[in-house]
């Protein structure tokens, strides 16, 4: 049989029982409870209908968790963000870590006053410098995203790639009213891009079945407002990455003639 491989030290939380996004190391010994960041499958991966131990979450990726891992709701416990909670006497604190939805930023604090936080994957802004929970706060341990920490990494403010997509596609439509706007998405992502387009479009935002219940565990009612299965109301579509190549843009466009 294959061994399993044993849970790195950054995956622990120093001086508790506690892992952060630790599911592909099966069941990790003296681990009391696991935390999941958010709902990417690089973090969950090794998370399946077996789970048995207790998860710890957001509220919005508690309900991704139930709904497309089946797991067991006893085991999974939904916290709400920017609120105190005592967990087998740590203190633990959720946060907004601008990524996807459902995404937090984990502070645990234990009985000895030692702060640990862990970022999961997070988009660095400004607004984190004023959370109150972290303002002034002495941290003992950081866990921190990395993945773009490197100059070579010049990316725009989000704000400003939305509001040129939005411009994009608002030209588009002046110029031809049939224009089909397809926006790829993962299973969870994109969706401030499409929502900032709907809009400024005032427009429903088209998807199948499946990608409308996967958002149905959202608690974003806007959003929820303006999605739909049938593509005749809209000239907004969300669609699969993989749909976004030459021939499959052609493809799918032709299902849709003007």
Partial sequence: SVKKKSCPEYKKIPGTSFTVDAFSYGVIPGCSAYFLSHFHSDHYVGLSSKFSSSLYCSHTTANLVRAKLRIDPTHVHPLALDTTHTIQGVVVVLLDANHCPGS????????????????????????????????GLSVDSLFLDTTYMNPVYTFPPQDDVINHAVTLCQNALKADPNTLILVGSYLVGKERLYMRIAEALDCKICMNKGKLSLLQCYEWPELKERLTTDSRTSRLHVVKISVLSIQSIKQYRDRFPS
């Fill in 104 to 135: 937090v930023i984990f502070k645990f604090s234990t009985p000895d006053g030692k702060h640990h936080v862990h970022t999961g994957d997070f988009r660095a802004h400004p607004k984190m410098e004023s959370y109150p929970e972290l303002a």
